[in-house]
């Protein structure tokens, strides 16, 4: 059964940082691409970050508007991966979601984690 579970959520003041996990199980997660996504209210869910399998390169991409202040990474060890945000600003204010690509010929997503940055 897959499994993605967020974590790391909460209320952050304007320029403040936090540190997003997403605990996977179920599935090989070193040789699966992941990824963030967000959705703010009253918007469409949007790409945040992604980073290809360790059995390929590893590879990162990111959102515009996130890139240089937000960094996508893995732990194979802990089957977990990771999102670090910093410079937050008011517009990163979404329920961050996590996906896992292509499992078992599908996406799956995790129930998602509130981030709020608010003074």
């Known amino acids: 059964q897959v499994q993605l579970v967020e974590s790391g959520g909460g209320l952050v003041q304007p320029g403040g940082s936090l540190r997003l996990s997403c605990t996977a199980s179920?599935?090989?997660?070193?040789?699966?691409?992941m990824g963030w996504y967000r959705q703010a209210p009253g918007k469409q869910r949007e790409f945040v970050a992604t980073i290809t399998s360790t059995t390929s390169t590893g590879e990162t991409r990111y959102a515009e508007s996130v890139k240089g202040r937000f960094t996508i990474f893995r732990d194979n060890t802990k089957n977990t991966l990771y999102l670090q945000m910093k410079r937050l600003k008011p517009e990163d204010t979404a329920v961050y979601y996590c996906k896992g690509v292509g499992i078992r010929g599908r996406d799956y997503w995790g129930q998602g984690t509130q981030v709020a940055v608010s003074s």
């Open positions: 179920g599935f090989i997660f070193s040789a699966t691409n």
